[in-house]
């Protein structure tokens, strides 16, 4: 019995490791809400009928949508993987589903299966192609979960009816997207609503036994006995060393998922570079979304920010990809630590790179070699080190050039003697 527990812990661990290495993904929310630009729970807060969805969804023809352009966006960002809305809550598959007819390919003006297209084009490019699935919510069947308030499990009756959608439609369409679409990185569920642990199982059985290498994230429900990683809440960050296991954060690029019109609060590059380095440092995955509009185009204010966080880590990804998390358990007031091997990277905000020297205390191997990452030929910085017995205190300095020498954050790399 011990023997088997250990056995999934190891397979697990084998499964998660081009994630771990990954760090940055894409987020994409796209389907006939885009339409409206009001974003991806225009259905629900308009209170929008089914039937005038439905008429929606027949308008639904993104005939700008090109799955090149978008895997491009995607790997130029730095992003190893996408993660796009197969289906959200409104239920509108944005696949050729055989299993409901309301899907892109027969129920819109389209015409065309875009997450085929992606799966062609991720693997073109080395991607990991990744996919969002509503499974409780599901606002186009009368018997799926209609809203995060209620929980249906509360009632006897509505319980036996939901069975005829969990175990036709959410089933057959998570079946569907592992058997047509090529390998899948993982599967992102969202919203559980109070799903019994023996209907999860079924779920997670289901997955393993198609693809054994697909990662389920933990809004399964029932984490952590289901899921191989957790989806922290929206834009939550959390503490150093709070978590045990592995963890992403979902983030906004605005305040919206889906397509806004309105919704003009962007984060700044700077923002979003420093987020990706201190979310790393604390040892997880920043999944970045994009809220694709109506005609099938990445928001120009989204591509633009994508661009220069790319470029960042061109430069900079050797201190972000395949790292792992920062040993100081708390935060740093310049920056945030990462490392590899025999190297500590120390990501120092632009904005507050200190004058003359940092210091970082609790060091305890003798530094061989510290350098500008971006520059590790001409470079050598000065560092001084020292110890006091008494404390057990082990104190470090290193002289910094005036002005930082790279866009947003710069990246000292501390070579040093043991691991
Ligand atoms: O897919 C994205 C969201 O649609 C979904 N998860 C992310 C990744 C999600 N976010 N929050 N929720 C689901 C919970 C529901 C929040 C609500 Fe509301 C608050 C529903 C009604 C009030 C926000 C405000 C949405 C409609 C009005």
């Not at 503490?239 to 906004?252: F, H, K």
Request: hydrophobic letters at 35%; one cysteine or more; proline letters at 5%.
């Amino acid at each position: 019995m011990a023997d088997s527990s250990l056995d999934i812990v190891a397979e697990s661990k084998n499964r998660m490791q081009w994630w771990k290495d990954a760090k940055f993904g894409m987020f994409i929310h796209w389907g006939v809400y885009s339409l409206l630009g009001k974003g991806e729970w225009v259905m629900y807060a308009d209170k929008i009928p089914v039937k005038e969805y439905e008429k929606l969804a027949g308008e639904f023809n993104p005939t700008q949508f090109d799955a090149k352009a978008w895997v491009k966006c995607a790997k130029r960002a730095g992003m190893k993987y996408i993660v796009i809305t197969a289906k959200h809550h409104d239920g509108f598959a944005m696949y050729h589903s055989r299993t409901d007819p309301f899907n892109i390919v027969d129920a819109s003006s389209f015409g065309r299966d875009p997450l085929k297209e992606l799966s062609e084009a991720c693997r073109e490019e080395g991607i990991r192609l990744c996919f969002y699935y509503s499974h409780v919510i599901d606002w186009h069947h009368p018997h799926a979960l209609h809203d995060t308030f209620n929980n249906l499990w509360d009632y006897e009756l509505e319980k036996k009816a939901f069975f005829s959608y969990w175990n036709h439609k959410a089933k057959g369409q998570v079946r569907e997207l592992l058997t047509e679409y090529g390998p899948v990185g993982l599967l992102w569920f969202d919203t559980s609503g109070g799903l019994s642990k023996k209907e999860s199982e079924a779920m997670v059985n289901m997955i393993r036994e198609l693809q054994p290498d697909c990662l389920i994230n933990s809004r399964v429900s029932h984490w952590p006995d289901f899921g191989d990683y957790q989806s922290k809440g929206n834009n939550e960050i959390p503490m150093y060393g709070e978590e045990t296991r592995e963890w992403e954060t979902p983030m906004t690029l605005n305040q919206s998922w889906g397509y806004s019109t309105k919704d003009q609060v962007w984060k700044s590059t700077d923002a979003l570079i420093r987020k990706l380095v201190h979310i790393v440092s604390k040892g997880g995955n920043l999944l970045l979304n994009v809220g694709p509009t109506e005609t099938g185009i990445i928001p120009e204010q989204s591509a633009l920010r994508l661009k220069e966080v790319g470029e960042w880590l061109a430069r900079n990804g050797e201190a972000v990809y395949g790292t792992s998390a920062s040993p100081f358990p708390y935060e740093l007031e310049w920056g945030a630590v990462t490392v590899k091997e025999d190297i500590l990277f120390l990501h120092v905000y632009n904005r507050y790179w200190p004058e003359g020297e940092l210091a970082l205390n609790g060091v305890r191997n003798t530094v061989k070699h510290a350098y500008l990452l971006t520059d590790p030929t001409t470079s050598s910085l000065p560092v001084h080190q020292s110890y006091q017995p008494e404390t057990d205190h082990h104190a470090m300095r290193i002289r910094l050039p005036k002005h930082p020498p790279e866009d947003h954050v710069s990246v000292i790399a501390l070579e040093v003697e043991g691991k």
